[in-house]
C-alpha cells in the first residue's frame, strides 16, 4: 500500500476519534442571559415587560400566580458516558398586586440538590396478564350484534327544546 495513502487513512480515522469525542451540549428550558436579566428592575419593569424581554415563565406559583419561575438546565454528554450538568438557573420573579416586578432571585447551580426518585410501585389489585391470555383473552366477549338496545331509564331522544326546562 501505498505510503501517502496509509498516512491520510491513519490521520482521517484519527480525526473521526476525535469528532466523536467531543461532548454534545443539550440546552433545556429557558435560560436568559445576564446581560437581560440585568435590565429588569423591581418597583419599575412590569410583567408585560418581563413577558416581552424573557418570554413565558417555565411555571407559575402554585399558590401564588403572582410568582414566576424560569428554569433552564444545560448538560454536556460525551460519547456513552452519562449526560453532565455543566449550567442550571433557576429566576424567580416576584410581582406585587398590581403587576410590577417586587423581587428578582436568580439560584444557580450551587444551591441545587439531587433527588434520588422512588422506584416502588402501588401494588394492584388482580393479576398480570401472560401473552397468550392478551393474544386471546377477548375471544368470545363479544356478541357481534350492532344494534343493542340502551340501558334501562335512558333515554335516546330529546324530550323538548333548549328552552323547554327539562322533563
Given at each position: 500500500m501505498?505510503?501517502?495513502?496509509?498516512?491520510?487513512?491513519?490521520?482521517?480515522?484519527t480525526l473521526g476519534a476525535m469528532a466523536a469525542c467531543s461532548p454534545m451540549v443539550d440546552t433545556r428550558g429557558n435560560l436568559p442571559p445576564t446581560d437581560v436579566?440585568?435590565?429588569?428592575?423591581?418597583?419599575?419593569?412590569?410583567?408585560?415587560?418581563?413577558?416581552?424581554?424573557?418570554?413565558?415563565?417555565?411555571?407559575?406559583?402554585?399558590?401564588?400566580?403572582r410568582t414566576w419561575y424560569y428554569i433552564g438546565r444545560k448538560t454536556e454528554t460525551l460519547a456513552f458516558l452519562a449526560p453532565e450538568v455543566t449550567d442550571q438557573q433557576v429566576l424567580v420573579v416576584k410581582f406585587d398586586d398590581s403587576g410590577v416586578v417586587q423581587n428578582l432571585e436568580k439560584r444557580g447551580l450551587e444551591i441545587a440538590q439531587e433527588v434520588s426518585m422512588n422506584?416502588?410501585?402501588?401494588?394492584?389489585?388482580?393479576?398480570?396478564?401472560?401473552f397468550w391470555e392478551q393474544l386471546f383473552g377477548n375471544i368470545g366477549r363479544f356478541s357481534g350484534k350492532k344494534d343493542t338496545p340502551p340501558a334501562q331509564g335512558i333515554s335516546t331522544t330529546s324530550r323538548g327544546g333548549a328552552n323547554s326546562g327539562g322533563y
Open positions: 501505498n505510503r501517502s495513502l496509509l498516512r491520510s487513512v491513519s490521520l482521517l480515522a436579566i440585568a435590565t429588569i428592575q423591581p418597583g419599575v419593569t412590569t410583567r408585560a415587560q418581563v413577558t416581552q424581554l424573557l418570554g413565558s415563565p417555565s411555571t407559575v406559583g402554585t399558590f401564588n400566580e422506584t416502588n410501585e402501588t401494588p394492584t389489585a388482580g393479576h398480570s396478564l401472560g
